[in-house]
DNA sequence: GCACCGCTTCGGCAATCATCGAACTGTCGA
DNA sequence: TCGACAGTTCGATGATTGCCGAAGCGGTGC
């Protein structure tokens, strides 16, 4: 199976990773990449078709937030959180810690 | 001129202010807005008309990035970064610092 | 080889978005 | 009162997006 293209931590753009997180769906992905879930494209059950799923990968995939490693008839997902920062230092702990909901317990 | 509508520091949705923030116009505007610089609509000269820059403001101050208070008949702008501060730690700062383009000064 | 499996790619569709010019609203100064 | 000014709002338009089912494709195992 061919390696899909990923660009470098150079090439990463910060509107185009803004937006790739922008998406509650891909947020899900990504805080589930960061939780050190189990990563093949399969385990994500948003409600959402395959074909959906796949072009969030593809998003994700290409603004540099998530990797995507062949493995067998699988594809192993997981965070490009090194390269992310390096290239956005803080960026990506912002947005994972910003879990939670606009409930009472964000204050405690 | 009537006071337009913020949200609540509470009502602010992370994909929302994602969002806001992954235009590159937008993301001009909000880093204008952090560098302290004067803070009236039309001092933006970003080559857009007026009304696509209003466009812009208005999903900023929407999703809760930057408040809005008229003043005589011009409007000043400024960045919630206290607000943005307390329900996303580190996110704006994440944003700001990420200025450098990817050259290789980026690595000093 | 062949069927299955995991995922991607391909149209296609409806919704949203960025953009504009034009018309409008509210404010200030003459 | 009457412009000029600063912005907003109103259509409209073309581009992008999110979504899907169906078809395609590489790997695995029978």
Redesign the interface.
């Known amino acids: 199976m061919r390696e899909p293209h990923h660009p470098s931590c ?7 990773v ?2 790739a ?4 769906a891909r ?1 899900q992905i990504v805080r589930r990449l960061a939780d050190g879930d189990e990563c093949t494209c399969g385990t994500f059950d948003l409600g959402l078709s395959k074909a959906t799923l796949s072009h969030h990968f593809r998003v994700l995939r290409e603004s540099g937030v998530v990797r995507t490693r062949p493995d067998g008839r699988k594809r192993m997902l997981s965070l490009r959180d090194d390269d992310l920062n390096e ?5 990506l ?3 994972l ?2 879990k939670r909901p ?1 409930g009472v317990e ?1 204050l405690l």
Do not use: Y
């Not at 997180?21 to 509650?24: F, I, M």
């Not at 290239?87 to 960026?91: T, Y």
């Open positions: 150079g090439e990463f753009e910060l509107p185009a803004l937006h997180l922008s998406d509650p947020l290239r956005f230092p803080g960026l702990e912002a947005v810690s910003a606009p964000a």
